[in-house]
């Protein structure tokens, strides 16, 4: 089951980037974005090397997606054990971050679906959206920058994920559900808040 799952994680996963890839960041996209910040040669050749070694991002999808739900299966099972919770399994914790995972691939398919309809769009109209989050009562080029991650990471699906991983996690905790999510709030929450800061530090200092 837990290797069924990944596979179709990943190949749900997969499919959407190439789709979003091939489909709406087109080469006229990419022109408008970096017209006023570069000469079109250079414009070019940017391009040209995108689509050259644009095989090498597939190639990090499966990686990126293993160690996303590793360290997140490793952030649970940390908190489950200090619960004093006697019987532990890695990895029916890492299947039930592999189930609860599903919810994030909702938002890609909603992304290409909208922007199926939208006439004219931008890269950063590309980059922005995401439904559901808290970034879309905001306009994103009107505030800071490093406010964008943040308020894109505050989401409905973010929020339906904590609650699915309380439910599956929940036998650990004689069926206690509210036992459950207070420990999925402590442990997953608090390197949620970590990779939240991290990206917010990185973008004040690249920015």
């Known amino acids: 089951m837990k290797k069924y799952l990944i596979v179709v994680n990943l190949s749900i996963l997969t499919i959407t980037t190439f789709i979003f890839s091939k489909e709406f960041i ?9 017209s006023s ?3 079109y040669a250079q414009i070019e050749t940017i391009i040209s090397k995108q689509q050259k070694y644009e095989w090498v991002g597939y190639l990090f999808i499966p990686i990126i997606y293993l160690l996303k739900i590793s ?31 599903i ?3 909702i938002p890609g398919v909603i992304k290409i679906f909208w922007f199926s309809f ?16 808290l970034l879309n009562l905001f306009n994103p080029k ?8 943040p308020l894109q990471s505050i989401n409905i699906w973010e929020v ?20 459950s999510f207070s420990t999925v709030m402590v442990s997953y929450g608090s390197g949620f808040l970590i990779w939240v800061v991290f990206v917010v530090f990185l973008t004040l200092n690249f920015s």
């Open 118 to 133: 939208q006439p004219d769009y931008t890269l950063e109209d590309l980059q922005y959206f995401m439904p559901g989050s």
């Open 71 to 101: 360290l997140i299966s490793l952030c649970l099972y940390t908190g489950i054990l200090l619960s004093n919770v006697k019987t532990l399994s890695f990895s029916k914790i890492f299947s039930a971050v592999v189930l609860a995972d």
């Open 103 to 105: 919810l994030f691939l």
């Open 160 to 179: 339906a994920f904590w609650f699915a991983l309380a439910y599956e996690l929940k036998e650990y905790f004689q069926e206690d559900y509210t036992k």
């Open 26 to 34: 087109t080469n006229e996209i990419l022109v408008n974005f970096y």
């Open 142 to 149: 009107e505030i800071e920058p490093w406010l964008v991650y």
């Open 37 to 39: 910040q570069l000469p």
